[in-house]
C-alpha cells in the first residue's frame, strides 16, 4: 500500500505519523498546494487530506486510489459523488475532540465574562503593587451560576458543553436546526426563544443549508444586550460583518470566535475593526487541538487503514 499524508503539518510537528507505515510505503507531505494535490496523489492506494479539496479533476488520474482517511469529522473538502462512482471508500474521524472543545468553549466564555486582559494587566503593569486595595473593581462580572445557556446543535459536543454548563449552575436550553429531538434532561425551544432569553448563546453546530448563515443581523438583534455569543462550529454559520455591526452597536455583549468564514482570516474581514478583547475575543481555529486531541486523531486514522485492510471499514461515509 502507499500512503500519503497530504497536511502532516494540520496535527502538529509533536504528533507522529509513523504508526502508518505498519500498513505500507508512507509519504508525508507538511503541506499541499491545490495546485500539487493531483501530483502528489497519483500513485496513492490511500490518501489523508484534511482540508485539501479532492474534486474529480485531481483525482481522476489516481487510478489505484481505494482510501481516502478524512483527517477531520467535516469531509465538505471530497467530493463523495465522485468517490462512490469509483469505488473508493471515504473515512472520517469521529468524537476525537469533543472535550478540548468544551474546555476552549469555557476558556473563551470565562474570559469575555470576567475581563481577564483588564485585570491581568493591571496587575502586570504595576498599579496593583502601588495601590492601597487588596482588590481591583474595576469592569464588573457576573456569575454563570444562574444564567442560561443556549445551545445551537445538540451534537456530541454541545451535548457535553451543556453537562459542563448545568455543573456552572447554568440553565441549559437548545435548538436544533435541523429540527432533531434528543433524549435530553434540558428544553428543546425555537430559535427566537432562545436568543431572546439566553445569557449565553452558543454554537456547536454543523454547517448545513439551514445553519448557513443563521446567525444574522435579525438574530444578533433578538439577543439580550447583555448576552454573549460563542461560535465553535462552522465559520459560515455567521454572518461575520452583521456580528461586528451588533457588537458597535451594543445589541450584544461580548462574543468568542475560534471559526471563521474564511481560515486564515483574510487581513481586511471585518471581525478585525474591534480591538477591545473584553468585546470579541478570537482564536485561529485551536478549539479542537489539544494534543490529547491530535493524538486521538492520528489514532483513529490508523485504525480506519487497519479496518479497511482487514476488510472491515468504519465509520464510512461514502464508498
Not at 503593569?125 to 451560576?145: D, M, N, Q, R, V
Not at 475593526?273 to 473584553?278: A, E, S, T
Not at 485504525?303 to 472491515?312: R, T
Amino acid at each position: 500500500m502507499r500512503i500519503v499524508v497530504l497536511e502532516a503539518d494540520s496535527v502538529g510537528k509533536d504528533v507522529s505519523w509513523k504508526g502508518l507505515e505498519k500498513y505500507g510505503e508512507l509519504t508525508t507531505y507538511d503541506n499541499t498546494p491545490d495546485t500539487k494535490i493531483a501530483e502528489r496523489i497519483r500513485e496513492a492506494d490511500i490518501v489523508v487530506p484534511n482540508k485539501c479539496l479532492l474534486r474529480k479533476e485531481n483525482m481522476e488520474g489516481a487510478h489505484g486510489l481505494k482510501l481516502i482517511c478524512e483527517a477531520a469529522t467535516g469531509y465538505n473538502n471530497i467530493d463523495t459523488d465522485y468517490c462512490r462512482e469509483r469505488g473508493i471508500v471515504v473515512t472520517n474521524a469521529r468524537a476525537y475532540s469533543t472535550e478540548s472543545v468544551v474546555q476552549h468553549t469555557f476558556a473563551m466564555l470565562l474570559q469575555v465574562l470576567e475581563s481577564l486582559d483588564y485585570y491581568a494587566d493591571y496587575v502586570a503593569s504595576g498599579e496593583y503593587s502601588a495601590g492601597e486595595s487588596f482588590t481591583k473593581i474595576g469592569i464588573p462580572f457576573h456569575e454563570l451560576h444562574g444564567m442560561r445557556m443556549g445551545i445551537i446543535g445538540l451534537g456530541t459536543i454541545g451535548r457535553r458543553v451543556a453537562e459542563a454548563a448545568s455543573a456552572f449552575g447554568m440553565e441549559v436550553v437548545y435548538f436544533s436546526a435541523s429540527g432533531r429531538r434528543y433524549e435530553v434532561p434540558y428544553a428543546a425551544v425555537d430559535f427566537d426563544t432562545l436568543l431572546a432569553t439566553s445569557d449565553v448563546v452558543s454554537c456547536h453546530a454543523p454547517l448545513t443549508e439551514q445553519s448557513r448563515g443563521l446567525m444574522n443581523q435579525e438574530a444578533f438583534r433578538k439577543m439580550k444586550s447583555s448576552a454573549i455569543f460563542l461560535n465553535l462550529g462552522r465559520g459560515a454559520i455567521v454572518e461575520e460583518k452583521d456580528l461586528v455591526e451588533a457588537l458597535e452597536q451594543g445589541e450584544i455583549q461580548a462574543a468568542a470566535l475560534d471559526v471563521f468564514f474564511r481560515e486564515p482570516m483574510s487581513s481586511d474581514s471585518p471581525l478585525l475593526r474591534i480591538k477591545n478583547r473584553n468585546r470579541l475575543f478570537l482564536t485561529p481555529h485551536i478549539a479542537w487541538s489539544s494534543v490529547e486531541a491530535r493524538k486521538r486523531l492520528v489514532a483513529d486514522v490508523e485504525k480506519s487503514i487497519g479496518a479497511f485492510l482487514a476488510g472491515k471499514p468504519r465509520s464510512v461515509v461514502s464508498g
